[in-house]
């Protein structure tokens, strides 16, 4: 049988990084199945929490990704519909529920919640050696199918063995047993006719056919109820693969109720889809090499569930920005010209050969958002502080810049072809003609020109951008400068 894996978010907001996380891992696990199918269905029965739009960034985060669905809303497939308010529509859950109600699996229950609580508290409802919450689970199943064919309201509970335990295994926690009294009756049909997810997630994924269920760790504790559904209905169980959390720091879960980042946040930031991709898989995930550059393809090869940890991953976004660094790095030249060419025309509006400038830019980017502010020199040749020319690294002061920069400028000034190599050998001719080092003639330079401490791309780079005649008009002006100082 071949591997069915799903990613069901519900559409209630930006896509959060651990749920993205869980959607890159079943679809690796179904990926590597040559067969395997990786479905996307999408959990709106909760109504009341639901975002208008939501569905659509689901939809463009899993295409921004690569992330492609086999089954799902929007492309069709064997099982569907893949929404489940369309299912709710046919009267499928509720169909199972009642089915399972026969089974002795679940029951009605016409108690308002305040009934309900007052039940927890008396503990007054007793069958045996238990106590129940729902006062209702004791109803003679006739009358209780009479009383809600009648239109009374109702919910529909699940019903639990008041002894015994239940057992499953996981790929990560391993085996987990719980006692059967410790497990709540919860709702699984809600008095608007909407399944639970609790119950929803279980008919849809037997219907569909999942071998492997991949989601958060919050799930465990849930997992031994739906167990008990897949035994009352003798189904088989599929494969657990629960996800240890995704953490800000050690104490609290990356959370977008929180505020913290999203994919589209992390986007408008300048990162890479494909790194973002790189980096979230191995949350929690460790591979069996040094690799830390991965492909989609290569994670698809690589990925092990039995290399997933069972303690939390902090997100630490200066890790991610490496990473993405590497990957801006890693393209090849008219690729990354493609991708960052508006970012430079953000900043850059003069006539200068943009493809050299992305090439002084490629070794310093980490993030998109980097570039225009690396680069608005170019336009505008800023104000700046001598200061700027110590630098013990390189040896230089202002007094020391002086003298190199009038060296510069004289060799600059007889200079007819202002090509790189021309500008290469005339500049690197000098340190041995003055006796200084090569950090003394370039770094004063590079400052004189761009008035910035730091540029992407050295002086000679730049100076070959600018030009003859704006590289002179530059270093005239900065000499002047420090001549008055």
Not at 97 to 119: N, S
């Amino acid at each position: 049988m071949s591997i069915r894996t799903r990613f069901a978010p519900s559409p209630t907001g930006y896509m959060h990084i651990g749920n993205l996380r869980t959607a890159l891992w079943a679809y690796l696990i179904a990926k590597k199945d040559p067969e395997g199918v990786f479905i996307l269905r999408i959990e709106d029965t909760d109504q009341g929490r639901l975002v208008e739009g939501a569905t659509d960034i689901i939809y463009d985060t899993m295409r921004e990704c690569g992330l492609k669905h086999d089954e799902g809303p929007d492309v069709g497939g064997p099982v569907g519909p893949y929404v489940q308010s369309e299912r709710v529509r046919s009267g499928l859950y509720m169909d199972y529920a009642k089915k399972l109600i026969r089974l002795g699996g679940a029951h009605y229950c016409f108690c308002d919640e305040k009934t309900i609580e007052q039940a927890k508290a008396a503990k007054d409802v007793t069958d045996g050696n238990r106590s129940y919450d729902d006062p209702c689970r004791l109803l003679d199943p006739e009358e209780a199918e009479r009383r809600a064919e009648s239109g009374e309201p109702f919910v529909i509970r699940q019903t639990i063995p008041s002894e015994g335990t239940t057992s499953f295994d996981d790929e990560v926690f391993g085996t987990i047993t719980v006692d059967n009294s410790t497990l709540d009756e919860q709702v699984l049909i809600k008095s608007d006719g909407f399944p639970t997810y609790n119950f929803a997630n279980v008919i849809d994924d037997h219907l569909m056919g999942i071998t492997d269920v991949v989601r958060g760790m919050e799930y465990l504790s849930s997992t031994p109820k739906y167990n008990l559904i897949y035994d009352a209905f003798g189904w088989d169980k599929p494969r657990y693969i629960h996800c240890p959390p995704v953490m800000k720091d050690e104490h609290s879960k990356l959370s977008k109720r929180n505020g913290d980042a999203s994919f589209q946040d992390l986007m408008k930031k300048g990162y890479l889809p494909e790194a973002v991709l790189n980096y979230i898989a191995m949350l929690g995930w460790s591979p069996e090499n040094n690799q830390e550059i991965f492909t989609l393809d290569e994670l698809v090869k690589a990925f092990n569930v039995k290399h997933i940890g069972q303690n939390g991953a902090i997100f630490d976004p200066v890790k991610l920005t490496s990473i993405n660094g590497l990957w801006l790095r890693g393209m090849d030249p008219e690729s990354y010209f493609q991708l960052v060419e508006p970012y430079i025309r953000e900043a850059v509006k003069k006539d200068y050969d943009l493809r050299k400038i992305a090439s002084g830019v490629q070794q310093r980017a980490n993030t998109l958002v980097e570039i225009p502010p690396m680069l608005d020199f170019y336009d505008t040749f800023p104000a700046y502080s001598n200061d700027l020319y110590f630098n013990k690294k390189m040896k230089t002061n202002p007094e020391i810049s002086l003298v190199s920069l009038k060296e510069c400028l004289t060799a600059l000034l007889n200079l007819n072809d202002w090509s790189f190599d021309a500008l290469h050998e005339t500049l690197m001719a000098l340190p041995a003609k003055m006796g200084i080092k090569n950090g003394q003639v370039l770094f004063p330079l590079r400052v004189a020109i761009s008035g910035k401490q730091s540029t992407p791309g050295g002086a000679i780079e730049i100076a070959e951008i600018l030009g003859k005649e704006e590289t002179l008009r530059r270093l005239k002006s900065s000499i002047q400068q420090l001549e008055n100082q």
